[in-house]
């Protein structure tokens, strides 16, 4: 069983920046493909982006391209620039492991006023 645990939303300024941050417990990051969805009120869960487990190679969706940027470590993060009104959204990180399941975070709010 993977836990996933989210930290970093907030309120932000429109054109400011934030860094969300995904602690995974149960397995690794190897084992792991990871990726970030956000859904904002009445709205879909959309992809965002995700890092590949084994190149770290990154892909966004159009979006986000040029202002989001993931990235691992001890985490997974999301850094986000230039936040616009239209980005806020409750931010989920979302894990598959090696036999297809798929995992969820609670979520993690942020804000962008304008």
């Known amino acids: 069983q993977v836990q996933l645990v989210e930290s970093g939303g907030g309120l932000v300024q429109g054109g400011g920046s934030l860094r969300l941050s995904c602690v995974a417990s149960?397995?690794?990051?190897?084992?792991?493909?990871m990726g970030w969805f956000r859904q904002a009120p009445g709205k879909d869960r959309d992809f965002i982006g995700g890092?590949?487990?084994?190149?770290g190679a990154q892909y966004y969706a159009n979006s986000v391209r040029g202002r989001f940027t993931i990235s691992k470590a001890s985490a997974v993060y999301l850094e986000m620039n230039d936040l616009k009104p239209e980005d806020t959204a409750i931010y989920y990180c979302?894990?598959?492991?090696?036999?297809?399941?798929?995992?969820w975070g609670q979520g993690t709010q942020v804000t962008v006023s304008s």
């Open positions: 979302n894990a598959k492991n090696l036999g297809g399941w798929s995992y």
């Open positions: 149960g397995s690794t990051f190897s084992e792991l493909t």
């Open positions: 890092i590949n487990k084994i190149s």
